[in-house]
Every structure is written in C-alpha cells, then in structure tokens.
C-alpha cells in the first residue's frame, strides 16, 4: 500500500475484498450550526458554525447584526482542527474541521426590539452563513 498524504489524489483498488479510499477536495461543507437559547439586553450573543474543509488554512469570518434598524458589530474568529490516523508508521491526516465564531454585544437599549445577527464563513470562494432573528428580552 502507498502512504496517504493530504496533497495526492489518487485511486487505490485493490483485488479482493479491499478498502478503496476517494479523496475529494471540497473547500467548505456545513456541520451544525450553535446559536443562543435567546438573545438578552445587555450580554454577548454568540453564534457559532462547525464546518469540515480542505486543509487547515483558515477561512474568512463574517458577522452582521441590527437592533432594529441600527447596525451591531460583531467580532469573527475562525479556529482549526486536523483529524489524523496512524498508517504505515506514519500520522495522516484524514480530515479538517473548522470553527468559524461570532461574538456581538447585544446594548441593553435592544430589550423588545427586534435583533437579527448572521454569520457567515468563506473559503476558496464557498460561503456558508447562517442567521438568528427574533426579539431580545
């Protein structure tokens, strides 16, 4: 068997009952999506995406927000993970994950007001977003 690296493509059969592996490039796919139970005046709200991806190069974090129709800054940040497995005396990768996040303060002057916050990821030109709307309390 040839050692796999996260750089080739390749496909090995083997006869028999063999295993075959594929490696597909995909820049980002949507894993879950993390949101606050409710949006409160007056403390952070946190939205969060899970996402596998192509390699441990970071993607680009968007975060957008209103208070009703005033705009809300929100602070992005992108954190990596490798998935690897022992093969052939060596560690190889097999799998990337990311964690793209977003922090807003909610200003305690958004209480009954309506709120909509949106994340977004983009890497290789792929963008996953996801958004929250409702009233803070």
């Known amino acids: 068997t040839l050692p ?10 083997p006869n028999g009952d063999g295993v075959h592996f594929y490696f597909v490039d995909v820049p980002l796919l ?4 993390t949101k606050p139970a409710r949006v409160t005046a007056g403390r952070p709200a946190t939205l969060s995406l899970d ?4 390699g441990d ?3 680009a974090v968007g975060c957008t927000g209103r208070v ?3 705009r809300i800054r929100g602070t992005g940040s992108w954190a990596s993970v490798t998935i690897t497995v022992p093969a052939g005396g060596q560690i190889v990768p097999i799998a ?9 303060a ?8 309506a709120i909509s916050l949106r994340i977004s990821a983009t890497k290789s030109g792929v963008t996953v977003f996801r958004s929250l709307g409702g009233r803070a309390r």
């Open 4 to 13: 796999i690296t996260a750089d080739q493509q390749f496909d090995q059969a």
């Open 30 to 33: 949507f894993g879950s999506f």
């Open 51 to 54: 996402l596998w991806t192509d």
């Open 57 to 59: 190069r970071r993607g």
């Open 68 to 70: 009703g129709a005033k």
């Open 96 to 104: 990337y994950k990311g964690k793209a996040t977003c922090k807003f």
């Open 106 to 113: 909610i200003p305690r002057s958004a209480k009954r007001k």
